[in-house]
């Protein structure tokens, strides 16, 4: 089974645990068999090879996630960056066109493109590879897979199909309605349109030539910036007459705010946090270094980390995005393929850091002309490499760092740093990488 799992969003709706490089897909509130916890895309990646062991699954994503990607689901998987956001439309044909020029797929191989964020079970998926077979047989150009409705909901696009059979030709498409106008659709045997859909990679691409001036994966990557922003439905899917949809009647949970997630976490809190006995569904994430008491908390959602704190009613946290986007704060937090990062206290002329880098790993070897940095090691060993000169560096060990010095750190074991930098102009693109 081919999948293309589209890892997209900007992060603003799970404030403050998501941002601009850490969306909701990397959040750590899930648990698996062993009880760790885990992100949506490391249960949607496992779930998947735990139905099909042999998949090929490619990760379509923007760059800024690429490096949160790796971290969770290792340096071997398979992805492709989109250099700009453009929607999801070329999206999937930048990935289906790597799919076909780089990794020579065949043109009548099915793939299934699937959004990378939806709570579910293992049926699920099951289901994924019973539409994937259905556009392997070809009867239709686009098999879709069709949720059935467990209310009559304003929050989703929805299917009309012909019959009531588990797969049926498509009779017309809806946009996300008023309540009553959902409710005459289910009268209808509506089904939500989840954005799952399965076709082939030559009819994909056939129909991306006749709409897009290409030749192959290079030259549309080269011409990404100048493309159409606009959605794959709206672009090929409700165009197309050949089309059907598969019934699918499982769990499903869409969890894009903070009143769906605490739905589905796996506790009730995480982090340092206590509950007195008069709080009544109410979560709490805590990533701070500091306790947070809750007394009295009714119907609430808490979540604190170095982005910022939310308190808020469930229901009225639906509502929280454009609050966020007026915030316009940089991120504080980040995974890289390396580790991660937190920034723990800025100020006009210099900027603290947390850093941790897994064992085995390290940064790219790189400079700074407008600022110099003063690492101190917490604790574990490695070894940094400054102008070409290395030295091995454990607890306690204080490296200082020049402007416009070369320098990388390579973790032996896990290793906690301290970064400091200092200058009047500290910028995250103040940066240039070499070859170590």
Same mark, same amino acid.
């Given at each position: ?19 601009? =490089? ?31 062991? +042999?998949?090929?699954?490619?990760? &379509? ?6 490096? !949160?990607?790796?971290?969770? @689901? ?34 009548? /191989?099915? =793939? ?15 289901? $994924? ?16 897979? +069709? ?6 909901? #304003? ?8 019959? +009531?059979?588990? =797969? ?6 809806? /946009?996300?309605?008023?309540?009553? !106008? ?8 509506? @089904? ?11 009819? @994909?691409?056939?129909? &991306? ?26 672009? $090929? ?47 709490? =994430? ?28 469930? /229901? ?14 940089? !991120?504080?937090? !980040? ?7 937190? $920034? ?28 110099? #940095? ?53 910028? $995250? ?5 070499? /070859?170590?």
């Amino acid at each position: 089974m081919n999948i293309i799992l589209l890892s997209g969003g900007s992060g603003q709706r799970l404030w403050p645990l998501s941002n601009s =490089v850490r969306s909701k897909q990397f959040i750590k509130l899930f648990k698996n068999e062993a009880g760790e916890y885990e992100s949506m895309v490391q249960r949607v990646y496992h779930q998947i090879k735990t139905v099909d062991e +042999g998949a090929s699954i490619m990760v &379509a994503t923007s760059r800024s996630q690429v490096s !949160a990607i790796k971290n969770q @689901l290792g340096e071997q998987v398979s992805i492709c960056i989109e250099p700009y956001r453009r929607d999801t439309f070329p999206a999937i044909v930048l990935a289906a066109a790597k799919l076909f020029y780089e990794e020579k797929a065949d043109r009548d /191989e099915a =793939v299934v493109i699937c959004p990378v964020d939806p709570y579910v079970d293992h049926t699920y998926y099951e289901a $994924v590879g019973r539409l994937w077979e259905l556009a392997e047989r070809g009867d239709a150009n686009i098999s879709l897979m +069709g949720i059935e409705p467990s209310y009559p909901s #304003e929050k989703y696009g929805y299917i009309i199909p012909e019959t +009531g059979n588990d =797969v049926s030709r498509v009779k017309e498409f809806k /946009e996300k309605p008023t309540v009553e !106008a959902a409710k005459e659709y289910l009268s209808k045997g509506a @089904l939500w349109n989840a954005g799952v859909f399965a076709l082939k990679v030559g009819y @994909l691409m056939d129909t &991306a030539h006749e709409m897009l001036d290409f030749t192959d994966f290079q030259d549309l990557l080269a011409g990404y910036d100048k493309l159409p922003k606009i959605s794959f439905d709206y672009a $090929v899917v409700e165009k197309e007459s050949n089309i059907q949809v598969m019934r699918y009647a499982g769990s499903w949970k869409d969890v894009g705010t903070w009143n769906m997630m605490a739905e589905v976490m796996a506790d009730r809190t995480k982090g340092n946090v206590t509950l007195d006995n008069t709080c009544d569904n109410t979560n709490v =994430v805590n990533e701070l270094d500091i306790p947070i008491l809750c007394m009295g908390c009714k119907d609430m959602v808490i979540a604190a980390s170095s982005d910022g704190i939310l308190i808020a009613d469930k /229901e009225q946290s639906s509502y929280m995005k454009p609050y966020v986007e007026k915030m316009g704060m940089e !991120a504080m937090y !980040a995974e890289k393929s390396w580790g991660t990062y937190n $920034v723990i206290d800025v100020q006009d002329s210099f900027m603290t850091i947390k850093v941790l880098l897994n064992a085995g790993h390290q940064m790219k070897y790189h400079s700074h002309k407008r600022r110099e #940095e003063v690492w101190t090691i917490v604790s574990g060993e490695g070894e940094v490499v400054l102008d070409g000169e290395r030295m091995q560096v454990r607890a306690g060990d204080v490296v200082k760092i020049a402007r416009e010095s070369r320098h990388t750190i390579i973790a032996k074991t896990t290793l906690h740093v301290i970064e400091v930098q200092i200058g009047e102009d500290i910028d $995250v693109k103040d940066k240039e990488v070499f /070859e170590l």
